[in-house]
C-alpha cells in the first residue's frame, strides 16, 4: 500500500490503520473465544478497540472481511478440485442450503431493526452479527455461482425464493461500501450471471461447461487453421522453386523461329 500524506490528518488516519491491522488480529480472537466468555464480555472489548482507534464499526469490520473472503476462496477452490462430480455436487448442494438458510434468517433480522443500506453499523451485536452474514453469505454465493456455475445453477435456478433473497442481499452488500476492489467486481460479475443486472456484450463466464466446450472448439479450428496456412505456405514454396527449375526461352535448338 502507498499513502500520499498531504495533511496532518491523513497522517493521523495512517497511524490509525497501523494500529488497527495491529488489533486485527484480537478483534478475530475475541470473536473466536466468544463460546468461552460472556457475550457482554466479548462485545465491550470490541468496542474499546474500534474506541481507542477512533474508527467505526463498518472500518473495523470492512477488515474483518477481508480476512474472512479470503478463506471463503481458499474453501471453493478446494471443492472445484474435487475430481468427483457426485461428491461436488453434494458438497455445493449442502453448502448452498446452509447458506440461503442462514441468508434468509438474516434477511429477516436485518428488516426488522431496520437498517438503512449504505448506512453506519448498528451498536446492537446481534444486529451487526446479522448484517455481517448477509455481506459474507452473499459473497460466499457469488464464488460458487462464477467458479461452479453449473452445479451452482441447477441447485439456485428453479429456486424462486432463493432468487428473491439473493437479490435483496446483492442490493444490500452493493450500498454498504464494504465490497471494494475484486470483492467489488465478485458483485458486479455475480449480478451478470445470475440476470439481476443485464449482461454486458462481453460478459462471459470461464467456468461453465459451455464455454469450455466453445473455447476449446475455438481453439482447434484455429489450430486446423494455422495448419492449413503452413501448408500453403509451404505449397507456395514448393511451387515458386519449381518455376525457377523449369525451361528457359530463346537459344535451344530445334525450336521454332519466326524472321521478320
Known sequence: LSFNFRSNKSKQKFRQLKMLRKYLLLYWLLAFTANYVSTDEVVVKREETATSLNIT?????????????????????????????????KMVKLLVEKLFNVLSTAKV??????????????????????????????????????????????????????????????????????????????????????NITPRGEDYINPYKEETRRKEEARKEKEKLKKERQAEQTKKAKRDKRKKRKGPKLGGGGGGRRTDL
Open 57 to 89: 464499526k463498518k472500518e473495523l469490520y470492512k477488515y474483518g472481511f477481508q480476512v474472512k473472503r479470503a478463506e471463503q476462496i481458499e474453501g471453493v477452490k478446494r471443492i472445484m478440485k474435487i475430481d468427483n462430480y457426485e461428491k461436488q455436487f
Open 109 to 194: 433480522q436485518v428488516t426488522e431493526f431496520g437498517y438503512i443500506p449504505g448506512g453506519e453499523f448498528p451498536d446492537d451485536q446481534s444486529q451487526l452479527d446479522a448484517l455481517g452474514r448477509v455481506f459474507e453469505n452473499v459473497a460466499m454465493f457469488g464464488d460458487l455461482i462464477l467458479r461452479l456455475p453449473d452445479i451452482t445453477h441447477k441447485l439456485y435456478d428453479k429456486n424462486q425464493e432463493w432468487k428473491v433473497i439473493m437479490t435483496w442481499g446483492v442490493f444490500m452488500a452493493n450500498e454498504s461500501g464494504i465490497f471494494e476492489g475484486s470483492n467489488e467486481q465478485l458483485l458486479d460479475l455475480m449480478s451478470q450471471e445470475l
